[in-house]
């Protein structure tokens, strides 16, 4: 995403691109996976409840809607 930088001492604009630092490919597929079999440990744990006092979602520290989101990208499905 660029913004536009206007500055008064010089009166001109130009587009500044903000830092940022990309992941490899290795560190995104790693954290994928780490995130998923996390909360797959939580979700047996808790007998598959997302939310609640005693759910997923409050043991992982987010919101229900969160966790159900989390669930769907990283396609996680109860076991049958």
Same mark, same amino acid.
């Given at each position: ?5 206007? @500055?008064?001492?010089?009166?001109? =604009? /130009? /587009? =500044?691109?903000? +830092?940022?630092?990309?992941? @490899?490919? +290795? *560190?995104?597929? +790693?954290y994928h996976f780490a995130d998923r *079999? ?8 808790? !007998? ?5 006092? !005693?759910?997923?979602?409050? /043991?992982?520290?987010?919101?229900? @809607?969160t966790l159900q989101w989390k669930v769907k990208?990283? !396609?996680? @499905? /109860?076991?049958?």
């Amino acid at each position: 995403m660029a913004r536009t930088l206007v @500055s008064h001492y010089s009166r001109t =604009v /130009r /587009r =500044v691109t903000p +830092f940022r630092v990309s992941k @490899s490919h +290795f *560190q995104r597929t +790693f954290y994928h996976f780490a995130d998923r *079999q996390y909360i797959l440990d939580v979700l047996e744990k808790v !007998n598959w409840v997302l939310g609640g006092a !005693n759910g997923a979602a409050t /043991r992982l520290g987010m919101k229900r @809607s969160t966790l159900q989101w989390k669930v769907k990208k990283l !396609n996680i @499905s /109860r076991p049958r």
